[in-house]
């Protein structure tokens, strides 16, 4: 940006040079200047180049002017007249007062603006409208007439639970023709208890969950699944937004914290770890830091603080300092799997607890490895502390500490110090890979292979008690320094945890005090950055439409006020979502038709003015839910364990030593909420409609269309079953063929079908016989109606 920068600070002729150095950018990255290490962000460096008063002993000036090289702008020479500001204003003596950075609109502090009047007052329904309307007075626009009820009703399902309604459904509230039917609808799918699922579809997005590790083993999580759960269970609680905020990134230290609020921290827990042989564990460690504060700085803070971790953020003004002290919040945070029963384990526990307990012991004290192990284990930590000293114990470590959770914790603890659980781990381990360690002849002559083989099988006789991912304070606090250039091993000044002075210089030691402050008045970006997502998930793109960025590279907002007012009205009214987002679908904003206009092609094709509702295929998990929904498939049980549905052939062989071991019965039709995130080998229908990837933070999800879409929609077993129910239903539940079509659309499109529809549907069924059904339902659920939130 370079230029851009120093005409900010130009005094001399500041107009003239600001609109010139806008329009062209002497970036700081060009290879030439990087090259000579020059920053023109930078006054101190700037001047070096600049020669003030003496164009002609100028750098800069000879760069701009002369042809050879390197020669500036790299995209071509400047106007003559351009040159002559630039001249003018090196002879006039290039003054550049210290002047503050500049800070992004969105670190002003929100006040709630005024209600706009507006001359169509009739329109409006609640403060929002008056905002969307004023804007579109203002250019001489009229807001779209509002949808059809049969629209309304299938958007505000979608909208609200991710589903679409039934037939009793549409036809009951087509029935109840009160004012107050629509309100009266909102109210009850906001109870829901698919609302928190589907609205907790994009919070995932947010904390890159996934059911599996990522790296190249990508083993799985089989637990991961219980913070999804406590997600699900906030949002159909209406858990207030900072209590939402405080307990995942903070409940561990919430005095006297409930295990609920301790679950809520597995949002950390989504790290991508690696369990690669030879892979540095501190630098591991370290880029989870880094994945931890770019996620923290992106789902709650809308900024991209990740590009200060090598340098000062060239754009906003965060600081290296600032960057790594947000990552000492994180320093002193250790992983711990906890023992939280789910309901109805603890009694088949405890029923069985003493005898495995005893069974293990008693089969691990046959074998008499007690010595051998206890040799072992010092191997490992002389391994750990001489690395190079003894090969074949370095290896032993590396896979030792590669594949047991904690390992380093469990393997300095005492015997009588560690839990059973780290200390069957540790056993495990050594009966069952000890060899690289002890060497193969020991290992065979104690039978250590038998041994492993009896532990496994004895596991998995006995019931265990699941467990949480959760962090929790480390016991032996490390200080946090910075890195140059973001290097891990090379250490520079050690810092304090604490908020990027740009925003506040309250004192925030800990990351529940960091937690406080987020989600705070004190805070401008929190409430902005969280209404600005439920707005985009509601309306097709964010009043900020770069919802991930609202710093100086980010977009600005379409409808500034508005958005105040409703990060305002979002504190104001206890940081209560539900509140939020029904005032949102109950404005005649959202109520708007959504169909295009001729007269908005050249003066809003990106509907920024909102004088329309924006229509958008639906999101992966949903375009599956839809199928299962219209053809009675669907088992829409809340909550729990991810399911693997049938995917084609090949897909798993792409998974490291991982089995896709296919859900059976009526789980595997469950939402595509559940359906199992193996992070290096993605459900192909999720991949195919545009979800992310799982390994960093997604705040807003591309909408591509290609040819695999169609190819998975006509050959994925699950759409195929789908079809095959669906056929199976409209001969079953209607009488007529003429009722079977009324029926299918009404199940599919929430609507009654147009005679010529009509007619086209039973030439078609007509002319296959039969199998005329099962085409018709193909079609239908195939159709771009079908697939789109209108």
Known sequence: MGLELLAAFAVSFAADVQTLLQKRCYGCHGPQVQQRGLRLDQRDSAM????????????????????????????????????????????????????????????????????????????????????????????GIQPSPQASRETLLRRVYLDLTGLLPTPDQVRAFLADTSPQAYERLTDELLRSPHFGEKW????????????SEGGIQDFARPFAWRWRDWVIQAFNNDMPFDRFTREQLAGDLIPG?????????????????????????????????????????????????????????????????DYYRLMAYFENAEEKDLEAPLPGETGIYRQYAAKFRTERDTLVSEYKIAPVLAVWEQGMRDARANPGKRPNWDIAYDIYSKLVDHADRILDKPPHARTPREQDALVDHFANRGSSGIGTKL?????????????????????????????????????????????????????????????ARTPAPDRLALAQWIASRQNPLTARVAVNRLWQELFGRGLVRTSEDFGMQGEKPSHPELLDWLAAEFMDRGWSLKHMIRLMVTSAAYRQSSATRNDLASTDPSNTLLARQSAFRLPAELVRDAALRASGLLNDSVGGESIRPPQPEGVADLQYNTKWEETTGR????????????????????????????IVSCSRRESSNTPLQPLNLMNDPV????????????????????????????????????????????????????????????????????????
Not at 262 to 272: E, K, Q
Not at 667 to 694: C, K, S, W
């Open 257 to 321: 914290a409930s295990v609920a609020a301790r679950s809520a921290t597995g949002f950390h827990r989504n790290t991508v770890t690696s369990r690669e042989g030879g892979i540095e564990l501190e630098r591991l460690r370290f880029e989870q830091l880094v994945d931890r504060t770019n996620t923290l700085s992106s789902v709650w803070l809308g900024l991209t603080a990740g590009c200060a971790q090598c340098h000062d953020h060239k754009y906003d003004p965060i600081s290296q300092r």
């Open 667 to 694: 789980a595997r039709y469950r939402r595509g909420l559940y359906v199992h995130i193996q992070r290096t080998a993605n459900y192909p229908l999720l991949m195919n409609f545009d979800a992310p990837d799982r």
């Open 48 to 139: 070096r180049v600049i020669q003030p008063g003496d164009p002609a002993a100028s750098k800069l000036f000879r760069m701009v002017t002369d042809t050879g090289s390197p020669r500036m702008p790299p995209a071509g020479p400047l106007p003559p007249a351009e040159i002559a500001i630039l001249k003018q204003w090196i002879e006039s003596g290039a003054t550049w007062p210290a002047t503050p950075r500049a800070k992004p609109w969105s670190f002003s502090a929100i006040r709630r603006p005024a209600e706009p009047l507006v001359r169509n007052a009739a329109w409006k329904r609640d403060p929002i409208d008056a905002f969307v309307l004023a804007r579109l007075e203002s250019r």
């Open 200 to 211: 907790s579809r994009h919070w995932l997005d947010l904390a890159r969950y996934a059911d």
């Open 443 to 503: 290992y065979n002559e104690m039978k250590l292979k038998d041994l492993s083989g009896k532990l496994e099988k004895l596991e998995k006789q006995y019931p265990r008690l699941s467990t949480l991912m959760v962090i929790e304070p480390a016991a032996d606090p490390k200080p946090t320094h910075i890195r140059k250039r973001g290097n891990f091993t090379d250490r520079l000044d050690a810092v304090d945890a604490g908020i990027p002075e740009s925003l």
């Open 719 to 790: 759409f195929v079953e789908a079809a095959q129910a669906l056929a199976a239903r409209l001969e079953e539940e209607a009488k007529t063929d003429a009722a079977r079509v009324d029926l299918a659309f009404l199940l599919c499109y929430n609507r009654q079908p147009s005679p010529a529809e009509r007619d086209a549907v039973l030439s078609h069924v007509a002319r296959r016989g039969a199998d005329g059904w099962f085409g018709a339902a193909r079609a239908l659920l195939n159709s771009a109606e079908f697939l789109t939130r209108e």
